[in-house]
């Protein structure tokens, strides 16, 4: 077994088992929620029943589950020089240890880095469904959230998922300041712990995010390296998706701007929309076979002298084939 410790969790490796053991008074969440933006790709993922397992240079903070987390001081020449020829670099690169300690040892960690990071997924949920800066951000008011059981995915990740090897399922640990690990002074012989570490901690500037992570580990999601720059991917050999059953999903809140002058053709009345073809039609359609019985539709209201915001209950009737009215059914929930 393999275990850090560090505040009130420990991250750990337990036969091959990921696993981040808590405080008994943090308790895993019923439901959790994931926002999208309205992108084909979104509307792909609720269609077909499942969730990207994103790399971290597919992540909007540019620390989450990063390298320069891991502090490789204590790096012993020995180690370094088995590393180096035991993975072919020596054939490909030429690395003096000495240059390379005086700058981080950045070339190896980064082959550290991919090792780990290329069999591992991150799925960014959050037990938050009305935040109004998480709608801003990650829905653009168009777009649309999930509200998922989480109990009903946990019980057929492995089912629906033959290739997942594991899985770690976990509250986001936001500090003050983040701190690097020690990855050689602590006996680490992998990259696991070190990773796992890097992935669940964040600056308390994100805690209003509320995150629950769902980590996935498969061989060679592969290594997105052409998003930071003209670098070659490590090629994936398998989709970076975890799929649920259609059941999982317990509500859909459309945003207050889902309906907008990129999708609608013509406003009938207050709620009769006429819809231009393309895939918000199609994704409306869908919605209304197979969802009609818990789609609510995200708004704002006035309290006092506050704003808040609320979801109400609606669902959808066909007029004609690009015509739909949204019934509101006078259920609320803030």
């Not at 509250?171 to 002074?185: A, R």
């Not at 009737?317 to 690009?322: A, E, G, H, P, R």
Request: hydrophobic share 30%; net charge neutral; glycine share 6%.
């Amino acid at each position: 077994m393999s275990e850090y410790k560090y505040g009130d969790r420990t991250y750990k490796l337990t036969n091959g088992n990921y696993d981040v053991e808590l405080p008994n008074e943090i308790k895993q969440p019923e439901t959790v929620f994931k926002y999208y933006g309205k992108t084909d790709y979104s509307i792909d993922a609720i269609i077909k029943n499942y969730l990207f397992c994103s790399h971290p240079y597919h992540l909007n903070d540019s620390i989450d589950s990063s390298s320069l987390l891991w502090d490789f001081t204590n790096l012993p020449k020995a180690v370094f020089e088995k590393f180096y020829t035991q993975y072919g670099f020596d054939k490909v690169m030429v690395i003096d240890y000495e240059k390379e300690k005086a700058h981080g040892f950045v070339t190896i960690k980064q082959k550290f880095f991919e090792m780990a990071s290329k069999n591992a997924g991150v799925i960014s949920l959050t037990t938050n469904s009305l935040q109004t800066l998480m709608w801003a951000h990650y829905s653009t008011e168009s777009g649309f959230m999930i509200e998922l059981d989480w109990k009903e995915i946990k019980n057929n990740l492995k089912g629906l998922n033959p290739k997942l090897n594991n899985y770690a399922f976990f509250p986001i640990q936001y500090v003050d300041k983040l701190e690097t690990i020690d990855f050689f002074g602590n006996g680490f012989n992998s990259p696991d712990i070190p990773y796992l570490y890097s992935t669940a901690v964040k600056r308390k500037d994100w805690s209003y995010e509320d995150e629950w992570r769902l980590m996935t580990y498969t061989m060679d999601y592969g290594v997105p390296n052409s998003i930071r720059g003209p670098f070659q991917d490590i090629p994936s050999h398998h989709d970076r998706k975890v799929f649920y059953p259609k059941d999982a999903i317990k509500s859909i809140v459309l945003g207050k701007h889902f309906f907008n002058g990129s999708n609608l053709k013509k406003v009938i009345d207050d709620k009769t929309y006429q819809l231009k073809k393309g895939s918000d039609l199609d994704f409306v359609d869908f919605l209304e076979q197979n969802y009609n019985d818990r789609i609510y539709f995200c708004g704002e209201y006035q309290n006092g002298t506050e704003f808040k915001r609320s979801a109400e209950k609606v669902h959808f009737k066909k007029v004609n084939t690009d015509t739909i009215q949204m019934i509101r059914e006078n259920k609320v929930y803030v």
